[in-house]
């Protein structure tokens, strides 16, 4: 139905930068949230950022300031731009999409993840 593939993850030092994508196939509603979760070991999953498709957002208290998302209607693409990383930001980052259409349940879609490791 919906598809999300991450891309940009990898190895970086302490104080440097990721850009993190998703792209998705299949429809992609206005109403739809688009945002980013991710997994540190032994942690459990959490919410990173939100964007709805007029741009308004939302970040976790440890990201912000830091972390910007961004998204992309015409390309069904969301960003994250990670900056002044630390260790602490390391762990499997994943695409999400919130869906709850009028007289239907609420859906969630999920991106296999793509890794981000901060080494100091």
């Known amino acids: 139905q919906v598809h999300l593939a991450e891309s940009g993850g990898g190895l970086v030092q302490a104080g440097g930068s990721l850009r993190l994508a998703c792209a998705a196939s299949g429809p992609i509603f206005g109403d739809d949230v688009m945002g980013w979760y991710r997994q540190a070991p032994g942690k459990q999953r959490e919410l990173v950022a939100t964007?709805?498709?007029?741009?308004?957002?939302t970040y976790a208290d440890s990201v912000k300031g830091r972390f910007t998302i961004a998204r992309d209607n015409a390309d069904n693409t969301v960003y994250l731009q990670l900056n002044v990383l630390s260790v602490e930001d390391t762990g499997v980052y994943y695409c999400?999409?919130?869906?709850?259409?009028?007289?239907?349940?609420?859906?969630?879609?999920w991106g296999q993840g793509t890794q981000v490791t901060v080494s100091s």
């Open positions: 999400h999409v919130d869906r709850h259409r009028p007289f239907d349940r609420r859906l969630h879609f």
């Open positions: 964007i709805t498709s007029r741009g308004r957002t």
